[in-house]
């Protein structure tokens, strides 16, 4: 099994350092190879994501990525910046699924936010279309208003649309994972406003006839928005366009306190897929060793699950880290009084001893 490992930038190779000596002691006989990407990418060839980074990702059976992005590349033309390459892996891995678990384990209810009867024991998976809606769309741009009772200011636009194809396939995703959990799906729209999403929930419904085992409700993003902090524990599994996608997973992602705690996971048609911390490069922590690596070694955990066909090492990894969670130990971001704070390294290495 080949596996491309993606450090990036900040703390990306911090953060991967721990879940590469975590996939080596799991006893498997992995292929890992490494290649630069984002800054490091145009650092070393000029391109966020070289040409041979590219080319390994295809040929690897799955890929790790660890965060790209820093601020000393803000002023490089937008196709140069380091946050095309995740885009640019999305699109040419043709990646349409994006999962993210937002997991609360009871140990870490006090470094949520929210009360603590309010989220300990959470455990919710959205499920994000990745490469449509109106982040893709066209025509998109700024061009003189044609009409209306702006005429001839320029004006900024995007396209919103959703093919019944993407619709369908992500629909499938999404009642499939729903058989593995609580056998509930809820989709996010805005069907009261938006044809584009009426379009989706027409279709979603369809979809749903052949799940005839999965609960399915409907809701609008505003309510989502609004359920997510007021009864999060009452969804199962969530899925929902690009945009929302993108604003509801980040609030999901504080529910659990620290974004440096989820994984995800960004899937093809064949389950191929890049599994990614959800958080970026932190370059206000970086090379301070104080990052915490368990969303990159959790994210190896579902590679290991939803690629590699091996569930019982992604039970083993998740199961490490839950142990070192209950033995106190705590990188700065979930600390608390009467915890232990520990540094990323220290933090890879009581994962590698929990496995042993
Ligand atoms: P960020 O996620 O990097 O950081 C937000 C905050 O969370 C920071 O205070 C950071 O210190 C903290 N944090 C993040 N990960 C952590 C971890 N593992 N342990 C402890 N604390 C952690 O988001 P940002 O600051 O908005 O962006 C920084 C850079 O990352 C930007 O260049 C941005 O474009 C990029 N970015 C990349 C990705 C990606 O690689 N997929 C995603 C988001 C942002």
Known sequence: MKIAILPGDGIGPEIMKQAVKVLNVLGERFELETADVGGAGYAGHGHPLPASTLALARAADAVLFGAVGDYKYDSLERSLRPEQAILGLRKELALFANL???????????????????VSGLDILIIRELTGDIYFGKPRGVRECPDGPFKGEREGFDTMRYAESEIRRIAHVAFQAAQKRDRRVTSVDKANVLETFQFWRDIVTDVH?????????????DNAAMQLVRAPKKFDVLVTGNMFGDILSDCAAMLTGSIGMLPSASLDANNKGLYEPSHGSAPDIAGKGIANPLATILSAAMMLRFSLGRPEQAERIETAVKAVLAQGLRTADIYEPGTTRVGTDEMGDAVVKALA
């Open 100 to 118: 993210r678990p937002a997991i609360l384990y009871p140990e870490l209810a006090g470094a949520s936010t929210l009360k603590p009867e309010v």
């Open 209 to 221: 006839k052949e799940y005839p085992d999965i609960e399915l409700d409907h809701m609008y993003v």
